[in-house]
């Protein structure tokens, strides 16, 4: 069926370039007596030349014979025969035939040439487009969006994408529904590294024609056109070729990236557990440590006399009870965040209570500092998880108390600033090398030769409780010192 409409569309071209000929005849028959039958022939050669604008060489040489013929018959005397009498006559038919025929040829090559320059550079721009546009994907999902649309706007073709996942073809295009047979000759395409399907000689009665999507390294999958046209030309299909080539490269790009940052993660994670038991373990040494030489000491019958050094021990063991509560609570805090199980509790709360309230904590921290906490009045209420960010004033004004020296003062500020209420931390000690104020937040961090105990998950917790309000944290060196500056949206 198909093969037949080819066939009649190749004949449309021939049918019509006759049916101009007996147009021209038709006109030029009743003027005959006037310019002559001479003159017809010149008029013959230029509607010829005419035509080989429209036509392709096949249905001009038809046009040039039939008109030579048609000349002969109806114009040269003796009219109504093909014989010819005159000797001058006889030149002249056999001119009128060469040039017709010639004229036709060079026309239609010279279209030709025109057609197949336009050709190329369409065919380059095509290329330089696909090939830009794949050149700034950053996924494979890009990557088909990009190649569908690309194709599309060439060749007007629906394009499917099945891709290779584990030795199964996946279908990536949602909307589409392919039936089994549909799977069946895509595979068979992925399998044999040949194209399959409509157009070809291999399950041609399926809807879609199949390109192995492959590059030397390896198969990916299969591309599916649909068109609507019947069959593609040699040009279409070295193209079409050229663009699968170009979207198997980019297809094999993204899963080589999709790969690497697998990779990276595994080997980050690695990294990550490592530090994390690492750091852990040290910190859990030393209190452990202090709590049972304590424990020991107080077992001690001689020392168990002496109040005093009972009092230090209990007091030592309460420090390192609590170090180790610290170290818990700020996992636990680590592990909700990553688990991404944190849910906020929001309500209404004054930033000066929680304030108030993490000074009360620190105060046996504190008390060989100077803090400087005026709070603001009229500070609007804010809506918040008061343990959250309760926590988070506590990492940071606790870190300005293990890090600087006693003595040194830590101011708090809060105040509104825009839509956001703002709270300032800042203390007078050494604050940290430039290069360390951007890494500071990360997990793990800790600046070289910082005060020994600590594991570098403070501030990262403190970063994810703020972004968790959708809140903004930085940190600046001051000329003697570090400052905080939450920003928390009212
Ligand atoms: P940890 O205190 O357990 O090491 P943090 O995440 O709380 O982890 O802090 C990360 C690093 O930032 C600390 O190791 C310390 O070097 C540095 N740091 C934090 N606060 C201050 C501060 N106020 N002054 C100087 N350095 C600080």
Redesign the pocket.
């Known amino acids: 069926m198909e093969h037949n409409n080819y066939l009649i569309k190749k004949l449309i071209p021939y049918i019509q370039s006759i049916f101009l000929v007996i147009l021209a005849i038709l006109i030029c028959y009743p003027l005959r007596g006037i310019i002559g039958y001479q003159s017809v022939s010149l008029i013959f050669i230029f509607y010829i030349a005419f035509l080989s604008l429209i036509f392709k060489q096949g249905p001009i040489l038809i046009a040039s014979f039939f008109s030579a013929l048609a000349w002969d018959y109806f114009f040269i005397p003796p009219q109504f025969t093909l014989y010819i009498s005159n000797l001058e006559d006889i030149l002249m038919f056999a001119t009128y035939f060469v040039i017709s025929i010639v004229t036709g040829i060079l026309t239609t090559r010279i279209s030709y040439q025109e057609k197949l320059a336009k050709y190329r550079e369409e065919r380059t721009n095509a290329i330089y487009t696909l090939t830009k546009a794949l050149s700034n994907t950053s996924n494979l999902e890009e990557v088909i969006n990009i190649s569908t649309k690309q194709i599309k706007n060439f060749f007007n073709f629906d394009v499917i994408f099945l891709l290779a996942e584990k030795e199964t073809l996946i279908l990536k295009n949602s909307q589409i529904k392919l039936s089994k047979k549909e799977i069946a000759i895509a595979t068979w395409s992925f399998i044999n590294s040949k194209k399959s399907g409509r157009f070809t000689e291999t399950l041609s009665t399926s809807e879609y024609t199949y390109y192995p999507l492959s590059t030397y390294r390896s198969k990916l999958g299969v591309l599916g056109f649909s068109s609507k046209d019947t069959i593609f030309s040699k040009e279409q299909e070295t193209l079409l070729e050229t663009f699968v080539y170009q979207i198997s490269s980019s297809i094999e790009k993204e899963l080589l990236n999709e790969k690497a940052k697998e990779i990276m993660l595994v080997r980050e994670s690695e990294r990550l557990q490592n530090t994390l038991l690492n750091s852990i373990s040290h910190e859990l040494k030393t209190p452990l440590a202090t709590i049972m030489w304590s424990v020991k000491s107080l077992q001690d019958k001689e020392t168990s006399k002496e109040e005093d050094i009972v009092n230090e021990l209990n007091n030592e063991i309460y420090i390192a009870s609590e170090r180790l509560n610290r170290l818990v609570e700020n996992l636990l805090d680590m592990s909700r965040l990553e688990s991404g199980s944190l849910k906020l509790q929001l309500k209404w709360h004054d930033i000066n209570d929680l304030i108030f309230s993490v000074l009360k904590e620190l105060e046996s921290d504190l008390k060989e500092h100077i803090v400087i906490f005026e709070p603001e009045e009229n500070l609007p209420l804010i809506k918040i998880d008061f343990g959250l960010i309760e926590q988070a004033i506590f990492?940071?004004i606790f870190?300005?108390c293990?890090?600087?020296h006693k003595g040194s003062k830590i101011k708090i500020k809060a105040y509104k600033e825009d839509s956001y209420i703002v709270i300032r931390i800042e203390?007078n000690?050494?604050?940290?090398p430039e290069e360390?104020l951007n890494k500071?937040f990360d997990k793990f961090?800790?600046?070289d030769n910082?005060k020994s105990g600590?594991?570098?998950?403070?501030?990262?917790i403190v970063k994810g409780f703020i972004e968790a309000h959708h809140g903004l944290i930085s940190v600046e060196n001051l000329n003697n010192?570090?400052r905080f500056i939450i920003k928390l949206k009212t």
């Open positions: 990492n940071i870190n300005a293990i890090y600087t203390d000690g050494n604050g940290i360390s500071i961090y800790r600046v910082s600590g594991t570098g998950i403070g501030l990262s010192g570090l």
